[in-house]
């Protein structure tokens, strides 16, 4: 039923009530209606997060009013001023909770209980997903805090119930849900194999190991699982008969009756674990952008690619540019290469979201959106010729110059549905110009959803150069090392 945005009308809440999240955007309590009912109070603190506000309540309400492994939205209405939502509460823990509690052991053998267990909480989540889909909704923020498990005497699962609908929208394509599949091969390898030990002679059954490569697949090929059922069937089947799909089993019989493709190789180290924390964080809503630096002088690509195939195939958009020692006079020259990628990447998407940015860009940029295209030519074949402008010069035409910038990254991040990550790669040859360029996207609160990856070698940066003391001095604050 539509809930009503009356204060008048509004059922009253007891006063004893649970803080279970708080941040800039919204407030979460557990609180007892006067019957004694438990219920989920959802406080909208920050005008920013309304479209998510009402997106959540209406998916909830009307699209999954019957899916039984989605908590039902009971009521919207307006206390003290604020917008409220009021949810079903969901008994149980997070899934993030119960790995707190219960970490994946260092060897699974036929006498160990927690393998099955582990086995049923997986069916359960992609049944949880399946019925979600089946009723035309697409999570698309499928994270450990997000999933609650109902377990009794900790052992035996009785359900699963997804949080958080947010993020979700309303789709049937196949090419839509196939985000939320890849998104259980994270929660499965949090499952099943990491720990905080990062322990390398863990021993995992190949078909778990076969289980999560399949559905972390990013390739060209035709996807392995097309729906979540078949992830529920393929878990089923272990879980009923593990004599056969667990112990004691070569690949090539194990590829013989589930949907595996063998060859396939699955493995997260730190570097790669740092990487996704700051993903998931950037992808929630209201989330503040970060600069993440990895170091090394081998390797780095292949860990960042890990990344971006992660992003790509969520729906985000990933970007990069290269610093050169040779072009360091150009002004932005690697950050303005990677805004030229996304402009491109934009161009690709649908007329609606290619209109979006181009009203919101021009919004945000006015009669000056032609500092902007001086630097990235593309932008015009979406915003159009701009007017003629002066070349920027001296101390405040930079100002101006950078805070146009800020207002072009807002207007993308603010519009566009999907995380942006840009790969800086080379930084240990920025210039000073770029490297200020990159503080000011970074420490911008109002552009969320953005990420910059700066990827540099250890060995070719001195103390005395760019990279380390801009660092030091502006935004260590931001910063996440990996």
């Known amino acids: 039923m539509e809930g009503t945005m009356s204060e008048a009308v509004s ?12 941040s800039e955007t919204v407030r979460i309590e557990l609180v007892d209606e006067e019957d004694g009912t438990r219920v989920v109070k959802k406080t909208l603190l920050d005008i920013q997060g309304l479209a998510y506000f009402y997106n959540e309540f209406k998916i909830l309400n009307e699209t999954l009013s019957t899916c039984m492994s989605a908590g039902g939205a009971i009521r919207k209405d307006r206390l003290n001023g604020k917008l409220v939502m009021f949810l079903e509460w969901a008994n149980g823990c997070s899934l993030e909770e119960w790995l707190e509690s219960n970490p994946p052991p260092t060897s699974y053998t036929r006498e160990n209980d ?8 997986a069916a359960q989540i992609a049944s949880a997903v399946s019925q979600v889909h089946a009723h035309g909704v697409v999570h698309n923020s499928l994270l450990a805090e997000n999933i609650i498990i109902d377990m009794a005497n900790n052992s035996s699962l009785f359900g699963v119930q997804l949080i958080n609908f947010s993020l979700a929208n309303e789709s049937r394509e196949p090419e839509n849900v ?4 890849r998104a259980m091969a994270l929660l499965f390898h949090k499952l099943f194999i990491s720990s905080d030990d990062d322990d390398d002679e863990r021993y995992v059954p190949q078909s778990i190991i076969q289980l999560i490569a399949n559905l972390a697949q990013v390739t060209t090929e035709p996807f392995v699982y097309s729906s979540a059922s078949d992830v529920k069937d393929d878990i089923y089947q272990m879980f009923d008969l593990p004599e056969t799909f667990l112990f004691d089993r070569s690949e090539e019989e194990l590829s013989g009756n589930l949907k595996f493709q063998t060859g396939k190789i ?6 790669c674990a740092s990487l996704f924390d700051a993903f998931r964080r950037i992808s929630r809503s209201g989330a503040s ?4 630096l990895v170091s090394g002088n081998c390797g780095t690509r292949r860990v960042v690619k890990e990344l971006c195939d992660r992003v790509k195939a969520t729906g985000g958009y990933t970007i990069s540019g290269k610093c050169d020692r040779f072009s360091r006079h150009v002004p932005y020259f690697a950050v303005v290469n990677a805004f030229k990628e996304l402009i491109d990447s934009i161009l690709e998407r649908s007329p609606s979201t290619i209109n979006e940015a181009r009203l919101a860009i021009q919004a945000a940029l ?6 902007i295209t001086n630097f990235v030519p593309n932008l015009k074949q979406i915003i159009g010729e701009q007017p003629e402008v002066e070349e920027a010069r001296g101390f405040e035409s930079y100002r101006q110059l950078i805070l146009l910038f800020q207002k072009f990254v807002r207007s993308l991040t603010t519009t566009l549905k999907d995380p942006i990550v840009m790969v800086i790669h080379d930084l240990h040859w920025v210039d000073n110009e770029t490297m200020v360029l990159i503080q000011h996207l970074v420490t911008d609160l109002f552009s969320p959803s953005l990420s910059v990856v700066g990827v540099y070698r250890d060995n070719e940066v001195s103390d005395t150069d ?5 660092i030091e001095k502006e935004f260590d604050r931001k910063l996440q090392r990996t």
């Open 178 to 181: 196939i985000g939320d599949i």
């Open 114 to 121: 927690d393998l099955m267990t582990r086995l049923n909480i």
């Open 466 to 470: 760019t990279l380390p003391l801009t």
């Open 11 to 22: 059922p009253p809440i007891t006063p004893q009530s649970v803080t279970i999240h708080h």
């Open 266 to 271: 699955y493995g997260r180290d730190k570097e």
């Open 289 to 292: 952008p970060e600069l993440i």
């Open 366 to 371: 006015g009669d000056q959106g032609g500092y």
